[in-house]
């Protein structure tokens, strides 16, 4: 059974990346570090998985994380050729990134968004052995990603590959996620866990404040601040994380809302940029301007509605790639068959029925002493087991 808690953080997590792209507002990677916040729990599923599956696993992820990005691919790849990009074999990258793929000067903003799948698929292919040493010696695994990214900041490795920064900078959440699976957050106590996410986040917030980026205190800029502040977080929110929360589905609409978007959340964080990208000149020429509180809206409300249209067009080759039934709007009520209404017995089948050795003297079944004679049970109907999956955002 899901757990939709987590969902609803999956959820929150996507709306502030969309918000954020459209707004630039810095506070909300404070206020909610969406990015730590996926990749924690994108870890902790893909721990259940290995230990379900062991290393085939990872093929499964892959199969989930790929068609997706093969058909965003398929409608700008030829569009990027067609106005510069020059055709070479790294244009392959758009099928297996495991580098940042190439794009022409509107591509590289509209598919900026890409490198988040870099980053996810060098961390389900590194899950394997990361999970063994992770259980093995789990406090030095848990810290050599920020022991990696301290030495880059430092100018320890000054000329760090960004994969190997983004390791440092992001897989210390996907192994919290890892700690999260194995019950090793919900093992600690309150004195051990709430004063460690205080220093955390206090040397983080301490690095973030002397230490601003381009765009003041917006973590996508501060390296180690974000990975000290998330850290917090996640410790917080997920080491704390309720096993249930039914009341997300007490409410129909939110209910339904965060299923959607669970059901379809790499087809939302793939597709919103684009639309960014291409509504912020257009909205510019009537005046909707990032100063204006309205026209922020408006912007907002468009880029949700663009993607819940594509949504709609395209959001079924998740389905497909998790291997479900495809549907046009994930979460309705499911579909199970009725069972037909028991007649009486015809007068005279108990008769048949004993001659036949089913019954028993007494007018009892001697088999089942509690069943009487003739009496047919119908199984209920077995309710449909929904696959667990994972779902992915961005910033």
């Known amino acids: 059974m899901r757990n939709r808690y987590l969902d609803l953080l999956r959820f929150l997590a996507i709306v502030r990346v969309v918000v954020y792209h459209v707004t630039g507002w810095a506070a909300l990677t404070l206020i909610f570090p969406a990015m730590s916040v996926m990749f924690a729990l994108a870890g902790s599923l893909m721990a259940a998985s290995l230990d379900r599956t062991g290393a085939p696993a990872v093929l499964r992820r892959l199969r989930r994380l790929l068609p997706s990005l093969w058909v965003m691919a398929a409608v700008f790849v030829p569009a990027m050729l067609l106005t510069g990009l020059p055709l070479t074999p790294k244009v392959l990258l758009w099928l297996f990134p495991v580098s940042d793929p190439p794009a022409n000067a509107w591509g590289a903003v509209a598919l900026s968004v890409i490198w988040y799948l870099r980053d996810y698929l060098w961390f389900v292919l590194a899950s394997p052995v990361a999970l063994w040493l992770f259980r093995r010696a789990p406090l030095p695994t848990l810290l050599a990603p920020y022991a990696l990214l301290a030495a880059i900041e430092f100018g320890i490795l000054p000329d760090a590959p960004t994969v190997l920064r983004e390791f440092g900078l992001y897989f210390g959440a996907w192994l919290l996620g890892f700690a999260h699976h194995d019950g090793l957050l919900r093992r600690l106590t ?206």
């Open 190 to 395: 309150n004195r051990v866990l709430v004063p460690s996410a205080l220093v955390l986040g206090a040397a983080g917030m301490s690095w973030i404040v002397t230490h601003p980026g381009q765009r003041g205190y917006d973590l996508n800029d501060i390296h180690l601040g974000n990975a000290l502040w998330s850290a917090a977080f996640v410790l917080l929110v997920i080491g704390r994380a309720p096993t249930a929360a039914g009341w997300v589905d007490r409410n129909a609409v939110l209910g339904r809302a965060v299923t959607v978007v669970n059901r379809r959340a790499l087809t939302v964080y793939l597709w919103h940029m684009p639309f960014v990208a291409a509504l912020t000149p257009l909205v510019d020429v009537v005046g909707w301007s990032h100063q204006d509180p309205v026209g922020l809206a408006i912007r907002v409300v468009l880029v949700f509605a663009l993607v819940g249209l594509v949504t709609l067009l395209i959001g079924w080759v998740e389905d497909l790639a998790a291997r479900r039934t495809p549907e046009l709007l994930p979460g309705g009520a499911p579909r199970t068959p009725a069972s037909a209404p028991a007649s009486p017995a015809p007068a005279g089948v108990e008769v048949e029925l004993v001659a036949a050795g089913v019954g028993s003297r007494g007018g009892v079944d001697a088999r089942y002493p509690s069943r009487a004679a003739g009496e047919i049970r119908v199984p209920a109907p077995r309710r449909p087991r929904e696959e667990s999956g994972e779902r992915i955002s961005a910033r």
